[in-house]
């Protein structure tokens, strides 16, 4: 499980595709890291198969992650979103992230609000496959970060970002027309299910 609270962005160094499928080695400083360790990437709970601590890990993306994220598109240099697994005795500052794609989105809207030491709003489609989860003040996660929707339209929901947000994840290198991944609220899904 993870919280959404992105803990630092790592440069893909290399991007492999096999028989078997795609692998991605990426660059981080992560000195802790164990085989078999889950890791968010932005967004995308993988599994750590190599690594060299404080260096890089890699990890293998299943056909299931490739259908559902934009992994397909990803190359060396980009940059993703990095999260560690929340330790047992670890706080919760975010909220509850499986690390379950649910849906592919884009950006619609970038706005700088608030003149220049202010925050962004960012508005992104919303697909309806996902949109009955999705409620103004909820919360949702774009690319592994934990965030609450500030508006929400029929096909579009938009979230504001503060300036830490800004700085310390992938949202500073997104333009309109880029894709990110969604994962909404699992306690939605439940009660939806529930009921």
Known sequence: ?????????????????????????????FADLSHGQSISV????LTVEEFEPGEWFSVFLAEE????TFFDAVAAGDTLNLERAMPADGRFDGHIVQGHVDA?????????????DGDWRFTFSLPADVER????????????????????????FAVAIIPTTYDVTTLSEKSPGDAVHLEVDVVAKYVERMV
């Open 1 to 29: 499980m993870f919280t959404g609270i992105v803990e630092a962005t790592g440069e893909v160094r290399a991007v492999e595709d096999t028989a078997d499928g795609r692998r991605l080695r990426i660059g981080t400083d």
């Open 42 to 45: 932005s967004g995308a709970c």
């Open 65 to 68: 992650t490739i259908d559902r």
């Open 104 to 116: 592919t989105a884009t950006v619609e809207a970038i706005e700088r609000v608030g003149g220049e």
């Open 133 to 156: 989860y999705v409620v103004e003040k909820g919360s949702i996660t774009v690319d592994g970060i934990s965030l609450t929707v500030a508006d929400r339209r029929e096909d579009a």
